[in-house]
């Protein structure tokens, strides 16, 4: 008998680059013991941070989070998983569309519990709004390779 190796009972499956899995620990709880929503938020900013500081090649700062919805919650244990994907550039902006989609550890079927769209500007050493350069060629072909996975 062959085994399913994908569960995903719904249609949606993630959109966007993988960029940040992690295993949520006891230490990213609430005190209702669930996962921390500020703990999850944060995952989000890092991942889409480093997206941003790839994009703009060096340092950007979140601006504004909007549209952050938090679907269903987080328990320890799961396996959480953060994908990215950059819906706009602007002259010194980026947003940034997330999604983190859980996993419990002892089975294989995922579902989407949080995502919102983060705006990071791109920052001169001064900490002042710099414009966010052309795509390189390779940044080009590795976007047309990765824009939905
Ligand atoms: C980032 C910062 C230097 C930008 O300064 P600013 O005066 O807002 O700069 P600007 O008005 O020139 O805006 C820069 C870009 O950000 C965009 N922007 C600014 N505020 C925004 C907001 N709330 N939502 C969406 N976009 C925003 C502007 O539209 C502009 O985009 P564009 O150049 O692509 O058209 C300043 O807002 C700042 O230091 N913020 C704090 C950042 C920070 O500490 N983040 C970590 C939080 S813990």
């Known amino acids: 008998m062959s085994e399913t190796t994908s569960q995903t009972p719904c249609e949606e499956f993630p959109q966007g680059?993988?960029?940040?899995r992690v295993v949520a620990m006891p230490t990213d709880t609430n005190p209702g013991g669930d996962i921390f929503g500020g703990w999850l938020v944060?995952?989000?900013d890092l991942a889409a941070g480093t997206v941003a500081a790839?994009?703009?090649n060096g340092r950007c700062a979140t601006v504004a989070i909007n549209n952050l919805t938090f679907l269903k919650p987080v328990v320890v244990g799961?396996?959480?998983s953060i994908y990215t994907n950059i819906t706009h550039t602007g002259r010194?902006?980026?947003?940034?569309?997330?999604?983190t989609w859980r996993r419990a550890r002892d089975t294989h079927?995922?579902?989407k519990v949080t995502e919102g769209e983060f705006v990071f500007v791109a920052l001169t050493d001064k900490h002042?709004?710099?414009?966010?350069p052309p795509l390189s060629t390779k940044?080009?072909?590795?976007?047309?390779?990765n824009t939905t996975i």
């Open 92 to 99: 010194t902006s980026l947003k940034i569309h997330v999604q």
């Open 109 to 111: 079927v995922t579902s």
């Open 54 to 56: 790839s994009r703009a």
């Open 139 to 145: 940044e080009e072909l590795h976007d047309s390779c």
């Open 17 to 20: 680059i993988p960029t940040i």
């Open 42 to 44: 944060s995952q989000m």
């Open 78 to 80: 799961d396996e959480v």
């Open 128 to 132: 002042q709004p710099r414009p966010i």
